[in-house]
C-alpha cells in the first residue's frame, strides 16, 4: 500500500495499472477513517483489481462557519485501516495539489442541491461535485464508491455523472452503525459523552419511522411528525430537518407513493448529524 501526495504520481500508478489490464475502484474520503470507509473499501476491493482512496478533506466543500479547521485527521491510523481492508494506494494531496493559485473552474447543479443539507450548507454541493469531479480526472476509476449515509451526496453524484457523461459507474454501499444505532461519522469524535447518548435519538427516529413505513403508512407528514416529537423529546437536539423526499428530484412529496428517501439532519449540541432511510430498503 502506497500513500502519494500528487496528481502526477496517481496518474504514473494508474497508468501503469491502465497496461496490466487491471481495473480501479475509488472511494473518495475526508479521511479520518471508520467502519463507514472501510465497507466502501471492501465493496471496492471485491468489485476491482487495484483500489484508490483518496483522503483529502476538501476546504471547497465547508461554509465559512463550518468546522474546517477542527475536521479530525489521523494519515497513521487511515493507513493502516486501508492496508488492512486490501486498498492499494492512498492520495493524500495538500489543499495547493487540488486548488492552484488562480483556480477557477467549478461543477455545480442547479437541482437537487437546493434542497436538505443544500439549504443549510448553500456552498456545500458545489465543492463536493467541484472535488469528486477532480478526483474522476485524476484517478479515472471504472467505479466509485459512496455511502448511503450521505443520500443527497449519493444522489447528486449520479445526476452528474449522467449530465456530464462521465464513463465511471457509480455505487451506492449501506449505513454502517455503532452497535447501540449511532451511524458511524468522523463528527462523532465532537461528541461529549452525554451528546454521543442523546445523539442516538437520530437512529432511535430512523428506527420509527421505517416502522411506521413497514405498517403502511403513506402519509408523509405523519411520519415525519412521530419522528420529529420524538426528537424534540430530547432536550441537546435541535432539528435542521426531519424530510421525506422524491428520491429522484429531492423535492418533498405529501405521499409516499414512489422511491422516497427519508432523511434527517439534528445538530446535538454545535454538532451537525445526519441520517436517513431509503424506502425502498424498509
Ligand atoms: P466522509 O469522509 O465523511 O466524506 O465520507 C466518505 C464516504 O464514506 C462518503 O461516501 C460517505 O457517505 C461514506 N460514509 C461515511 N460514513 C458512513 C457510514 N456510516 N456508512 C457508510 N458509508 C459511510
Not at 32 to 56: P, Q
Request: hydrophobic share 40%.
Amino acid at each position: 500500500m502506497k500513500i502519494v501526495k500528487t496528481v502526477a504520481e496517481v496518474r504514473e500508478q494508474v497508468r501503469a495499472w491502465r497496461a496490466e489490464g487491471l481495473t480501479v475502484g475509488l472511494v473518495p474520503t475526508m479521511g479520518y477513517l471508520h467502519e463507514g470507509h472501510a465497507s466502501l473499501i471492501d465493496a471496492s476491493v471485491r468489485d476491482n483489481d487495484r483500489t484508490v482512496v483518496s483522503d483529502f478533506v476538501n476546504p471547497m466543500q465547508f461554509g465559512p462557519t463550518e468546522d474546517l479547521e477542527t475536521y479530525p485527521r489521523d494519515l497513521d491510523h487511515d493507513a493502516a485501516l486501508v492496508e488492512a481492508h486490501g486498498g492499494d494506494l492512498i492520495f493524500n494531496p495538500e489543499p495547493g495539489e487540488m486548488y492552484h493559485e488562480g483556480f477557477s473552474s467549478f461543477v455545480d447543479m442547479t437541482v437537487l442541491t437546493q434542497e436538505l443539507c443544500g439549504l443549510s450548507r448553500p456552498v456545500h454541493f458545489r465543492g463536493v461535485c467541484t472535488v469528486v469531479s477532480k478526483l474522476f480526472n485524476i484517478v479515472t476509476p471504472d467505479r466509485a464508491y459512496f455511502g448511503k449515509k450521505d443520500a443527497q451526496q449519493l444522489a447528486v453524484i449520479k445526476h452528474m455523472v449522467d449530465d456530464l457523461n462521465m464513463p465511471l459507474e457509480i455505487i451506492g454501499c449501506p449505513i454502517i452503525r455503532e452497535d447501540d444505532g449511532l451511524a458511524k461519522s468522523s463528527r462523532n469524535t465532537y461528541l461529549s459523552a452525554e451528546e454521543r447518548q442523546a445523539a442516538l435519538i437520530l437512529s432511535k427516529s430512523i428506527k420509527l419511522g421505517m416502522e411506521l413505513v413497514k405498517k403502511g403508512e403513506t402519509d408523509s407528514s405523519k411520519i415525519t411528525g412521530e419522528m420529529t416529537k420524538l426528537i424534540e423529546s430530547e432536550p441537546l437536539a435541535k432539528i435542521d430537518y426531519v424530510k421525506l423526499v422524491d428520491l429522484a428530484t429531492m423535492q418533498q412529496i405529501p405521499a409516499l407513493d414512489r422511491p422516497a428517501l427519508c432523511a434527517i439532519a439534528v445538530y446535538i449540541g454545535k454538532t451537525r448529524l445526519i441520517d436517513n432511510f431509503f424506502t425502498e430498503d424498509v
